[in-house]
């Protein structure tokens, strides 16, 4: 309904957001053009068109296809550690208990913080010597692991780091979703004599699914892309061994000069996250109105 | 359904131990932090990792006055307060531009249907998501040719791609919620557009104005990549600061935990202010706590 006579009012009031909007995508297809070059700034002077020069390289190169490998796992991990653990924390949130406030409010903390402190914090705590988690473990007689060094562990390792900070986020995703859960369905299957294990999977499961796809969103977006929390706990990992696309376009640019390589990967990225946001976000839509339906 | 008191206990003891359980794993990395914060450099660096120890603040003096407390001839000097303000301006600056464009933005989508509306939307989504050195690295070359290369107004730009997005879809799902014949009837009486507005839709939206905001600025404040692409002495931000702590020959672990302590205190504050809303902003909208 049409509130206000004039028809350029809101065109205007738009209208800077638009222009910002657009004007980021500028960066992007400059990207682009800067993938087509074979350039390095070491060698700038030789700088020159090369069509898919770099794309072709860097399918060649069987480094890639590991730093693929290597995002898409920390992603795995990474969501489906945070997707369990956050439901169960959530599923115990609910409970109302005496206190569940102060315990609602405490789970935030490692949320808000910024992720390069996060990370400088487990880093310090997984030192092989000084670091505290090795001596509580020498403590109750278990086994001390080189957790940021070792090639076997260090993916766990920083998956571990990115768990505690992220799960509280799908914790409370999936809380919100809990306490939105219509009471009268669990009173009719407790009627009908349905057991615990049953309703959860038949009526919390399926009406916590939207839910679960924001939670996939957000939280796959920003795995696939991770920076701040690698960058600051390995550098890449012993090695290449953590390295992901995102930081292989920082190594690429600052460490070896190569621009045209760095823009190529940066632009793959950028596809891939394109690609599963709009695949996600179809799947969320689609579950919001299955749920709506039902 | 009775259950007797022997079991009913059991099962609340049970959810109490994991509660605390779960909030000892979340809290405790930042509780053994802060002490190392008030800990000496041998303390802090000492095997096995001293638990009983006498405190010190000379960490968070040598922080404050920029000072690097050392011991060897090459010292990595780290301005702390230096970055601490130039992520406070570059993030209260970008915020409240990203205000300023964002809020009326958001209104227009919330109340206005008009063909490529949801295209908008999501093209604003994908830039949210994009990955900080596809948006950075393109910026850089260009900044570096422009020369707003370590400059704080190049990180205000920079920084509307992480402001403007949260703020355009969190606010948006706040003017929705308003109904219509709140603004409706105000019109009805007399009211012009602009008196609407201020006089009632933005205070209705208002909670949602603050959550955006806030959370904007957080996400601001906790950024890496664009402060350590595009900034340099000049311009760093805080998060890139605190790395550097860690130089060449030596890392100054206690230094950095206190500095890391001081670079949460803004954060938590403006986190305690928007509790309530903070599931539904952190969800851009999607979830309605």
Redesign the interface.
Same mark, same amino acid.
């Given at each position: %309904?049409r *509130?206000?006579k !004039?028809r350029y #009012?809101?065109f205007l009031?738009?209208l800077?957001?638009?222009i $910002?909007?657009c004007g980021?995508t *500028?960066?992007?297809m400059?990207?682009v053009y800067?993938s087509l070059l074979k350039y390095n700034l070491i060698y700038a002077h030789l700088r020159k068109f090369a069509g898919f020069y770099n794309y072709i390289r860097m399918f060649r190169d069987s480094a890639f296809w590991y730093f693929l490998y290597f995002t898409g796992l920390y992603t795995l991990l990474c969501v489906g550690i945070e997707l369990l653990l956050g439901l169960a *924390?959530a599923l115990?949130?609910n409970?109302e208990?005496k206190g $569940?406030r102060f @315990?609602r409010?405490? #789970?935030?903390?490692?949320? $808000?913080?910024?992720?390069?402190?996060?990370a400088? #914090?487990?880093k %310090? %705590?997984m030192a092989p010597? +000084?670091?505290?988690i090795n001596?509580l473990l020498?403590s109750i007689h278990l086994p001390q692991l080189v957790w940021l060094g070792s090639k076997n562990i260090v993916t766990f390792s920083l998956a571990l780091i990115d768990t505690?900070i992220f799960t509280?986020?799908v914790a409370? *995703?999936l809380?919100?979703?809990l306490?939105g859960l219509p009471v009268t369905c669990y009173e009719a299957a407790t009627v009908d004599g349905a057991s615990g294990w049953v309703m959860f999977k038949e009526i919390t499961l399926p009406l916590l699914t939207p839910?679960i796809w924001?939670c996939v969103l957000?939280r796959g977006?920003q795995s696939l892309?991770m @920076?701040?929390v690698i960058?600051?706990a390995t550098t890449g990992g012993p090695g290449f061994i953590t390295t992901n696309l995102?930081i292989r376009?920082?190594y690429n %640019?600052f460490r070896w000069h190569n621009?045209g390589l +760095?823009?190529s990967y940066?632009?793959i990225?950028?596809i891939i996250?394109?690609l599963f !946001?709009r695949i996600v #976000?179809w799947r969320?839509l689609k579950s919001v109105r299955a749920k709506r339906g039902a | 359904m009775k259950k007797s008191a022997k079991q009913f206990s059991f099962k609340l003891l049970g959810i109490y131990i994991c509660l605390v359980l779960v909030a000892l794993f979340l809290i405790f990395p930042i509780f053994w932090f802060t002490l190392m914060s008030f800990k000496t450099e041998k303390d802090a660096i000492a095997i096995p990792p001293k638990f009983v120890f006498t405190p010190t603040i000379n960490n968070y003096k040598g922080v404050l006055t920029g000072e690097t407390v050392s011991t060897t001839r090459a010292t990595t000097k780290v301005d702390f307060i230096q970055t601490f303000f130039n992520s406070l301006i570059v993030c209260s600056s970008a915020v409240a531009i990203s205000l300023v464009i964002g809020v009326p933005a958001a209104y227009v989508l919330a109340r206005f249907k008009f063909r490529a509306k949801e295209d908008l939307a999501f093209l604003v989504l994908t830039l949210w998501f994009a990955p900080g050195l596809s948006v950075g690295l393109p910026l850089y070359l260009i900044y570096r040719i422009t020369g707003l290369y370590d400059k704080l107004v190049g990180l205000i730009i920079v920084y509307q791609v992480i402001a403007l997005p949260l703020i355009m879809w969190v606010v948006r799902g706040y003017f929705e919620d308003i109904p219509r014949e709140v603004e409706e009837s105000a019109r009805i009486d007399g009211a012009n557009l602009w008196t609407a507005l201020t006089k009632i839709s933005l205070p209705l939206a208002a909670p949602g104005i603050v959550t955006a905001a806030v959370l904007a600025f957080i996400f601001c404040w906790n950024n890496f990549v664009f402060g350590l692409i595009l900034a340099s002495s000049n311009s760093k931000t805080l998060t890139v600061g605190l790395l550097g702590f860690i130089g060449y020959e030596r890392v100054l672990w206690a230094q950095m935990a206190a500095a890391g302590v001081l670079s949460m205190i803004p954060v938590l504050l403006f986190a305690t202010l928007i509790q309530r809303h903070i599931v539904r902003g952190l969800s851009f909208g999607a979830v309605k706590s």
């Open positions: %309904m *509130i206000y !004039s #009012i809101p009031l738009l800077p957001a638009v $910002i909007v980021f *500028i960066p992007f400059v990207g800067y *924390i115990l949130l409970k208990v $569940i @315990f409010t405490l #789970i935030v903390f490692p949320l $808000i913080l910024p992720p390069v402190l996060s400088l #914090i487990w %310090m %705590m010597d +000084a670091g505290v001596h020498k505690w509280p986020f409370l *995703i809380l919100a979703g306490q839910y924001i957000f977006v892309k @920076f701040d960058y600051t995102h376009v920082y %640019m621009v +760095a823009f940066s632009i990225l950028v996250v394109w !946001s #976000i969320w | -």
